[in-house]
C-alpha cells in the first residue's frame, strides 16, 4: 500500500544561491535567454526560441497581459521628511492603495508633494486618507491628483518610476520601460511583470503561430506581494496576498476546445496558473454548458502547495523563483518536489540566470 503523503514545512523550500546567479539585466535577445527543459526524466539544456519543437500543433499557450505600471513614486512630507509609495492598486475616484517607506507615518489628512518628471510642475501631491483595505490594512489610501485633474494611470504613467523588483540594484532606466514588460501587455494594472513571459518576442509568436501553437490570455493584476517570502514554518498558517484577475469568456471557449481535441493548456507563468486554478475552484460554472459564454473576474489567495490538485494547466513555463517563496511551492506541486529541486541544482551548477530577469524552465504536470 502506498504511504502517507509527504508533509511540507518552510524549510523545505529553502536554496543556497550565489548571488552571482541572480539576474541583473535582461538577456539581449528576450527569445536568446536560456530554458531548463524539465518534461523528461533528465533536464535539457536548451534556447528558449526552441520552445516551438517542444510543443504541439493543437496546445495552447495561456499569456497574461497584465502591464506594468510606473508605480513608484517620491516625495516628501509637510516636515520634509522623504517618501516612498508603492501604488497597489487604482481605486474610484481618483484614489489609490499603496505601500509607504517613510520615516514616521504621516497622519490622515496629511498632504504629500510627489516629485514630477524633470521639467513638469503640475502640482502632483498625494493625499492620506487611512489604511486600506480597512482600518487595520497593510497598505494605505490616498488620493493621488494634480492641478489638471488628471487621472492615477495618466499620472503614474508620466511622473513614475518603474518598479524594479527588491534584488536589482540598478534604478530604473529606459531599457527597464521596454524590457520589464512583455511585448503583449494590455491591461495595466500590475506592479510586477509576469515574468516567465517577458521571454517571448514578435518572431517568436510567429513562429509558434506557424507550429499550430495556439494562444489566448488572462488577466491577473501581480502585486508586490509576490516578492513576499513565506514566513511560517507551518504552511498552513500562511495567508496569500489578494490579486485581482479575469478569465475573459474567448479564453473559457480556447480551453475547452483545447481539451476537447486532445491539446494541452500551457501555462506562461505562476500568474497564469493562479489566474486559471483559481477560476476552476471559484467560478461555479467550470465546465458547465454555459461557462464560456461570460467572463470571470474574482480575487484570489489561491495558495498552491505540494498535493494541490490541478484541473486546468497541463504544462508550465516559469522562471527560477526566490528561496522559501509561495511560488517555489506552486512549482513543486505542479512537477513534483523531487524534480523541482534536482532541476534546481542542475541549474545552479551550470550557471543559469535567477529571478525577473533570468532564464526560465518548461515543467509538465506531475502523473498521480
Same mark, same amino acid.
Given at each position: 500500500?502506498?504511504?502517507?503523503?509527504?508533509?511540507?514545512?518552510?524549510?523545505?523550500?529553502?536554496?543556497?544561491?550565489?548571488?552571482?546567479?541572480?539576474?541583473?539585466?535582461?538577456?539581449?535577445?528576450?527569445?536568446?535567454?536560456?530554458?531548463?527543459?524539465?518534461?523528461?526524466?533528465?533536464?535539457?539544456?536548451?534556447?528558449?526560441?526552441?520552445?516551438?519543437?517542444?510543443?504541439?500543433?493543437?496546445?495552447?499557450?495561456?499569456?497574461?497581459?497584465?502591464?506594468?505600471?510606473?508605480?513608484?513614486?517620491?516625495?516628501?512630507?509637510?516636515?520634509?521628511?522623504?517618501?516612498?509609495?508603492?501604488?497597489?492598486?487604482?481605486?474610484?475616484?481618483?484614489?489609490? /492603495?499603496?505601500?509607504?517607506?517613510?520615516?514616521?507615518?504621516?497622519?490622515?489628512?496629511?498632504?504629500?508633494?510627489?516629485?514630477?518628471?524633470?521639467?513638469?510642475?503640475?502640482?502632483?501631491? /498625494?493625499?492620506?486618507?487611512?489604511?486600506?483595505?480597512?482600518?487595520?490594512?497593510?497598505?494605505?489610501?490616498?488620493?493621488?491628483?494634480?492641478?489638471?485633474?488628471?487621472?492615477?494611470?495618466?499620472?503614474?504613467?508620466?511622473?513614475?518610476?518603474?518598479?524594479?523588483?527588491? *534584488?536589482?540594484?540598478?534604478? @530604473?532606466?529606459?531599457?527597464?520601460?521596454?524590457?520589464? #514588460?512583455?511585448?503583449? /501587455?494590455?491591461?495595466?494594472?500590475?506592479?510586477?511583470?509576469?515574468?516567465?513571459?517577458?521571454?517571448? @518576442?514578435?518572431?517568436?509568436?510567429?513562429?509558434?503561430?506557424?507550429?499550430?501553437?495556439?494562444?489566448? #490570455?488572462?488577466?491577473?493584476?501581480?502585486?508586490?506581494?509576490?516578492?513576499?517570502?513565506?514566513?511560517?514554518?507551518?504552511?498552513?498558517?500562511?495567508?496569500?496576498?489578494?490579486?485581482?484577475?479575469?478569465?475573459?469568456?474567448?479564453?473559457?471557449?480556447?480551453?475547452?476546445?483545447?481539451?476537447?481535441?486532445?491539446?494541452?493548456?500551457?501555462?506562461?507563468?505562476?500568474?497564469?496558473?493562479?489566474?486559471?486554478?483559481?477560476?476552476?475552484?471559484?467560478?461555479?460554472?467550470?465546465?458547465?454548458? @454555459?461557462?464560456?459564454?461570460?467572463?470571470?473576474?474574482?480575487?484570489?489567495?489561491?495558495?498552491?502547495?505540494?498535493?494541490?490538485?490541478?484541473?486546468?494547466?497541463?504544462?508550465?513555463?516559469?522562471?527560477?523563483?526566490?528561496?522559501?517563496?509561495?511560488?517555489?511551492?506552486?512549482?513543486?506541486?505542479?512537477?513534483? *518536489?523531487?524534480?523541482?529541486?534536482?532541476? *534546481?541544482?542542475?541549474?545552479?551548477?551550470?550557471?543559469?540566470?535567477?529571478?525577473?530577469?533570468?532564464?526560465?524552465?518548461?515543467?509538465?504536470?506531475?502523473?498521480?
Amino acid at each position: 500500500m502506498p504511504g502517507a503523503p509527504r508533509s511540507f514545512s518552510l524549510g523545505d523550500f529553502d536554496f543556497e544561491l550565489p548571488e552571482a546567479l541572480i539576474a541583473q539585466y535582461p538577456a539581449i535577445e528576450r527569445s536568446g535567454s536560456r530554458l531548463l527543459d524539465g518534461t523528461g526524466s533528465a533536464p535539457a539544456d536548451r534556447i528558449f526560441r526552441e520552445l516551438p519543437g517542444l510543443l504541439r500543433a493543437g496546445d495552447l499557450l495561456v499569456f497574461n497581459d497584465t502591464k506594468v505600471i510606473k508605480a513608484r513614486l517620491f516625495g516628501e512630507k509637510p516636515t520634509g521628511g522623504k517618501v516612498e509609495l508603492l501604488i497597489e492598486r487604482v481605486l474610484a475616484g481618483n484614489q489609490v /492603495a499603496a505601500h509607504m517607506r517613510v520615516s514616521k507615518k504621516p497622519e490622515p489628512g496629511t498632504t504629500l508633494a510627489l516629485q514630477g518628471a524633470p521639467g513638469t510642475h503640475d502640482g502632483l501631491r /498625494a493625499t492620506l486618507l487611512g489604511r486600506w483595505p480597512d482600518a487595520d490594512g497593510a497598505l494605505f489610501r490616498f488620493v493621488l491628483s494634480n492641478d489638471a485633474g488628471d487621472d492615477p494611470l495618466t499620472l503614474m504613467e508620466r511622473h513614475g518610476h518603474v518598479p524594479l523588483p527588491p *534584488y536589482i540594484r540598478h534604478s @530604473d532606466g529606459a531599457e527597464d520601460e521596454v524590457r520589464y #514588460q512583455t511585448v503583449f /501587455a494590455k491591461n495595466p494594472g500590475a506592479v510586477a511583470a509576469p515574468t516567465a513571459a517577458l521571454h517571448f @518576442d514578435d518572431a517568436l509568436l510567429v513562429a509558434l503561430d506557424a507550429a499550430g501553437v495556439q494562444r489566448t #490570455q488572462v488577466t491577473l493584476h501581480v502585486g508586490a506581494g509576490t516578492f513576499q517570502p513565506v514566513k511560517t514554518e507551518d504552511l498552513s498558517a500562511h495567508q496569500m496576498h489578494s490579486e485581482s484577475y479575469e478569465v475573459p469568456a474567448v479564453t473559457q471557449q480556447a480551453i475547452a476546445d483545447c481539451k476537447a481535441r486532445g491539446g494541452r493548456v500551457v501555462a506562461v507563468g505562476t500568474t497564469s496558473v493562479r489566474a486559471l486554478e483559481a477560476w476552476a475552484r471559484e467560478d461555479k460554472r467550470f465546465h458547465s454548458a @454555459d461557462s464560456a459564454s461570460t467572463p470571470y473576474s474574482a480575487e484570489t489567495r489561491i495558495f498552491i502547495t505540494p498535493g494541490f490538485e490541478f484541473k486546468v494547466v497541463e504544462l508550465l513555463i516559469t522562471n527560477f523563483h526566490l528561496p522559501k517563496s509561495s511560488l517555489m511551492m506552486l512549482v513543486s506541486a505542479f512537477a513534483g *518536489y523531487e524534480h523541482v529541486m534536482a532541476l *534546481y541544482r542542475h541549474a545552479i551548477a551550470r550557471n543559469y540566470r535567477f529571478f525577473s530577469y533570468g532564464d526560465s524552465m518548461l515543467l509538465k504536470l506531475l502523473e498521480s
